[in-house]
């Protein structure tokens, strides 16, 4: 990320969000290296204000997420200088709540960039959702149709079909029996 709070785009932040329990959030280690202040101070705020960050702001992440997202984004492994705690994550009211522990310029210009991030992340799903119900409904429609399609398919290759002659006879007919003979 880099240093100056005004180069920080939506976008830059847009990678960093994670999907997790069914929710989008941020890291805190990701959240600080953007803030510009080491993990270890941001979550010393975060603990002294306990009370800001309910549940559904902020959660720790368990043995199996951290072990998912190591192999996910490749963190240094245990014993190696990792860390000692589990990272948090910061739901998207989290990070606001962060804006009033933070009391920096720096934080206030994150942060603005922050909240544009996930309005986007939630402009994009939006789009996403009125597309898929679009596709659902056009394939219902041809689905519908499909068989409709398929019996014009079958009457045209009916059509293509050479068309049989009736076989020609060899032989003579014996009048009184009405029976061809084979000569």
Known sequence: MPDNPARVGA??????????????VLLDSDLARIYGVPTKRLNEQVNRNKSRFPPDFMFQLTKVEVEFLRS????????RGGRRYAPLAFTEQGVAMLSTVLNSERAILVN???????????????THKDLA???EALEKRVGVQDDKIQSVFDA????????????????YLEESRGLYRAS
Request: aromatic share 2%; no cysteine.
């Open 156 to 171: 045209i290759r009916d059509l293509m079909k050479p068309t049989e002659k009736p076989k020609r006879r060899i032989g």
């Open 112 to 126: 603005v960039e922050i909240m544009r991030a996930f309005v986007r992340l939630r402009q994009i799903m939006s």
């Open 72 to 79: 996910q984004i490749a963190t240094s492994k245990k014993g």
């Open 133 to 135: 119900r679009k596709l």
């Open 11 to 24: 976008h830059s932040v847009e990678a960093l969000i994670l999907a997790l329990r069914g929710q989008r």
